[in-house]
């Protein structure tokens, strides 16, 4: 299905395309969005269940989920692009650079993981969110998102982003817990042959380092960069450090 997507930058310009985690939109990449769209053609995505996209009824699956997205470049004319994901918007990178690698020039996957974890707890969090909505894991997600100097120092965007989470329709979230509780590609790593950026925020206690270490070294010629002082959504925690790193990176795609 075709996803709700921002365009930005020049029409002329090599296009990047950002990926969201779970239980955000576009709005998750405001510090690398405009800025990158001063030599990028940057599309935003809002992942399916999220944002303006379609909601249909779950499960999903990250291929699903990636499919979407090659769907919605199709219709803008986009053959290849460079791809960052965070999160979910990772694994989506992930599948993409697995198993579509033409559509990628270079993946960049920001606190994602090839395997999150046992599926048990992503699929009671996806009955939680069907029984009570978003709004009943939306103070636990994002306490996740942000280390806690950064919640201190800056409620008020937690709040915004904790209204984020909280907005998400419930089946779209539940969905895409469900896509993340089967998504395991540990052994097909080695298979990606896309040139890879890993970023991984030190504090991240939903993916932590471990998990973004595993992608380094399993996919050839990867890149890790550790970032201190960021937890899981470390793009929009220390975008002064992030954005260049993506900004570097996409310059494969030219």
């Known amino acids: ?9 020049p029409d002329d310009g090599p296009p990047l395309v ?28 809002d992942t399916r269940g999220h944002g303006g996209s379609p909601v249909p009824d779950g499960p999903y699956r990250v291929e699903d989920l990636a499919r979407d997205v090659l769907e919605t470049l199709d219709d803008l004319g986009v053959e290849r692009a460079a791809f960052a994901g965070v999160s979910l918007g990772g694994a989506i990178a992930q599948w993409i650079g697995r198993y579509a690698p033409d559509r990628a020039s270079t993946l960049a996957l920001l606190c994602t993981s090839a395997r999150f974890g046992d599926p048990e707890p992503w699929v009671e969090r ?18 996740r998102w942000f280390t806690d100097d950064f919640a201190q120092a800056q409620p008020d965007t ?47 206690p939903a993916t932590p ?5 595993l992608l380094a070294d399993g996919i050839p010629g990867a890149r890790l960069e550790s970032v201190t002082g960021a937890a899981h959504l470390a793009s929009f925690q220390r975008p002064e450090i992030v954005t260049p790193l993506l900004r570097e990176h996409a310059k494969g795609a030219r």
């Open 126 to 143: 996806a009955a939680t969110v069907r029984d009570g909505g978003t709004q009943a894991v939306a103070d636990a997600v994002v306490a």
């Open 158 to 204: 937690v709040a915004r982003m904790r209204d984020l989470i909280a907005s998400t329709p419930a089946e779209g979230y539940a969905g895409c817990c469900e896509a993340i509780s089967v998504w395991d590609v540990v052994d097909e790593l080695g298979a990606i042959a896309v040139p890879t950026l890993v970023i991984s925020g030190v504090d991240d």
């Open 209 to 213: 380092p471990e998990h973004q270490q």
């Open 18 to 45: 950002l990926l969201c985690s779970l239980g955000s939109t576009v709005e998750m990449w405001a510090p690398q969005r405009r800025e990158l769209a001063d030599e990028y053609r940057v599309i935003t995505l």
């Open 1 to 9: 299905m075709k996803l709700h997507h921002v365009l930005e930058g």
